[in-house]
């Protein structure tokens, strides 16, 4: 798996690496996610804009199977392969 990220190639922001310390709450990283979605929705690029949107509501989704962060932190890796 760790070949293949290295690998990966992504177009501007197609492309998403969330990292959270280990000792950081899941609520907190959520309301960040929160706030930048707030701050994505004003990308003028249509295409940009949804791709972006999409990424930030699949890892604030994807968080919600965590009830806390593991001892080690939590890594997410999030792109589109168009």
Known sequence: MIKELE???????SMISLIIPPKQQISKT?????????????IQSRVNRLSVLGALTSIKER??????VPTN?????WYSIP
């Open 7 to 13: 690998s990966a190639r992504g177009n501007g922001t």
């Open 30 to 42: 959520v309301h960040k996610l929160t706030d930048e979605y707030g701050t994505a929705s004003n």
């Open 63 to 68: 968080l919600k199977l965590y009830t806390k």
């Open 73 to 77: 932190g939590l890594v997410i890796y």
